[in-house]
């Protein structure tokens, strides 16, 4: 009933760019912060992006910032804007919403997750 759900994933050269958007059945975002993380095979799952629910403060991983830009629209729909992606970018990546919370990358912050979607970085 409540769910998340994750799109704009796939495979994308070295360099390229990707969207991936996350948006709420059941439930509407407005109260929520969301944030994106990822886990690549043999690692940990990291945080990587995430945003307050105002949309007004974010935060960013040091291994993506400048490359990646993370907005929440009028629609709560929030978006991860991935730019000159890399191999090490590669992995599954899920959103997360937490109710009331601050924005943060800690994924014991968040309630709600996604099933997570492939991005795949290879030439």
């Known amino acids: 009933q409540l769910q998340l759900m994750e799109s704009g994933g796939g495979l994308v050269q070295p360099g390229g760019s990707l969207i991936l958007s996350c948006t709420s059945s059941?439930?509407?975002?407005?109260?929520?912060?969301v944030g994106w993380f990822r886990q690549a095979p043999g690692k940990e799952r990291e945080g990587v992006a995430s945003v307050d629910m105002t949309g007004g403060y974010v935060k960013y991983a040091d291994s993506v910032k400048g490359r990646f830009i993370i907005f929440k629209d009028h629609t709560n729909t929030v978006t991860l804007r991935m730019n000159n992606l890399e191999p090490e970018d590669t992995g599954t990546y899920y959103c997360?919403?937490?109710?009331?919370?601050?924005?943060?990358?800690?994924?014991?912050?968040?309630?709600?997750w996604g099933q997570g979607i492939q991005v795949t970085v290879s030439s």
């Open positions: 997360a919403a937490g109710r009331g919370i601050a924005s943060g990358l800690e994924g014991g912050l968040y309630e709600y």
């Open positions: 059941g439930f509407t975002l407005e109260y929520y912060a």
